[in-house]
Each structure stands twice: as C-alpha cells, then as structure tokens.
C-alpha cells in the first residue's frame, strides 16, 4: 500500500506544511536507500512561500520552520528533478447546474474547465477521474442526447460540491482571502481581507457553515488522533472514496462536540 505523509498547514495560525507521496519501488545498491521514488511538497498558505531559488536553502527554510523529521527526510533524500515553484493557490468554480436546461447541448464540462482547487489538497486529478466516470455513466443510462448535459451537469456539481467545501473551508480562514463573485446576470464583486483601511474592497464575511465546518474541522482532527474509526472515516473522505457528509452522523458529531465542550468548559472533571 502507499502512504502519504506530512505536516498540513492549516490556516491562520499553520502556515506552512510538508507532504509526502511515493510514487513506485525501484532497486538500489546503496544499504541505506528506502528504494522508493517519491514526490515532496512544501507548501504555504495565506501568502507565504518556501523559497525555490536552491535546494539547500529550502532545506534551511525546513529547517527552520517545519519539525526536525521532514528537514532531516528532505536532507537524506537524493534530487532526482529541479524545485518546480507554483504560486498560483486559489479556487474557481463554474455553477453549472443552476442554468438547467438553459446550458449548451451536446457541451459540458469536466475536471478543471467546471472547478479549481486549491493544489494543496491534491483534489484535481480524483475530482476530474470522477466527473469523466459519471458522465459513463449518464451515456450507460441511455439518455436523450438533448437531456445529457443538463443530466449531467446536476451530477457532476454535487462531486464538485464534495470537493469545495474540502478546498475551501481552510481557505475562507485566510487573513489574506480574496473572494470574486459573479452572478447569473454577469455581475461580478471583490473582496478582500486587508489590515489597510484604505483598502478598496469591502471584507468579505464568512458563511456561518463555514465556520461550523472550521470548528468541526479542528476537533475532528483532533478526535482522530485518538479513534481508529473516525481516523479511516477522515481518509475515506480525503481520498474522495465517501462523502464529506458522512463524518457528520451522529456517532462522530457527539464525539466531536463532546471533545470541544471538554476543552472549553472543562468538563472531563466530572466525568473523571
């Protein structure tokens, strides 16, 4: 099986993170190779960035800012290809589904053409593989060619809501967020979070779910690093295998509230 391991960032308070992901096996003479090829990213959010211009300075930037263990994996592994920067972290969504019938027929959207993600969850690729797998499926159905998109685009929005809420809950915790809004009609508003009082943009306001889903996403996090289950329910849910939906039954969410009521209030002392 392959691991992927690391340090996530988590906004406003951890900015910086480090992921791990092998790629394949491969023989080595050398007695102290792992013999694996793997991918690693150090990565930043809310406008901080790892410096690209040499490997031993983003080894001290590792150093530096990360736990010892990822600067001391990066320091024993060999470069097999140059530092590959990108600065380019935001979300874009297309809302397909609310033009209904009104959509071009025979044209529809799959992958990054219907919604980007931030790349720090690694979400592009499952969420693209999915859409193209549902849209199978709505030929499989035998459809109408008139009906297809319309059929279709209702489907793939809920994938593309699933991995929304994922990207862009830690986002929406960014002090430095910016946030452009078009409607059905073409208008378009920008916001922005700014300390600059002569900012030109008004601030934008965080959706009340989204804050439930901070909080909830905080102390489900916590609870997992002390529950088996709930740990394999957050996987499933990372690597799009269940609905994010699903760490919210009951058996979680009481688990979850109790974990923060504790904290808050201090209440394990009566249950001690």
Not at 58 to 76: G, T
Not at 127 to 143: G, P, S, T
Not at 181 to 205: H, L, V
Request: charge should be positive.
């Amino acid at each position: 099986s392959i691991h992927v391991g690391g340090n996530a960032a988590h906004a406003p308070y951890h900015n910086k993170g480090f992921l791990t992901t092998p790629i394949r096996q491969i023989k080595s003479s050398d007695e102290n190779s792992l013999g694996l090829i793997s991918n690693f990213a150090v990565y930043c959010v809310n406008g901080e960035y790892p410096p690209n211009d040499s490997y031993e300075n983003l080894l001290e930037w590792v150093k530096e800012y990360l736990p010892i263990d990822y600067y001391l994996i990066l320091k024993s592994t060999k470069l097999l290809s140059p530092l590959l920067p990108y600065r380019r972290a935001f979300d874009d969504r297309k809302h397909v589904e609310l033009l209904g019938r009104k959509w071009p027929r025979n044209y529809v959207l799959v992958g990054d053409s219907m919604c980007v993600f931030n790349p720090k969850n690694g979400q592009g690729m499952t969420h693209a593989c999915r859409q193209a797998q549902q849209l199978n499926e709505v030929f499989k159905e035998k459809y109408q060619l008139k009906d297809i998109s319309f059929i279709y685009n209702r489907r793939a929005a809920s994938i593309s809501e699933e991995c929304w809420l994922g990207s862009t809950t830690n986002d929406w915790a960014v002090p430095t967020l910016k946030v452009i809004n078009t409607d059905i009609y073409g208008k378009t508003n920008t916001y922005q979070r700014s300390e600059d009082s002569s900012s030109i943009y008004p601030q934008p306001k965080t959706p009340l779910f989204m804050q439930f889903l901070q909080w909830y996403t905080y102390w489900l996090i916590k609870c997992a690093a002390q529950s088996g289950e709930l740990t394999t329910a957050f996987i499933h849910v990372v690597f799009q295998e269940k609905s994010p939906y699903s760490l919210l039954q009951p058996k979680f969410f009481f688990k979850i509230l109790y974990a923060s009521l504790s904290h808050n209030f201090n209440l394990s002392k009566f249950f001690d």
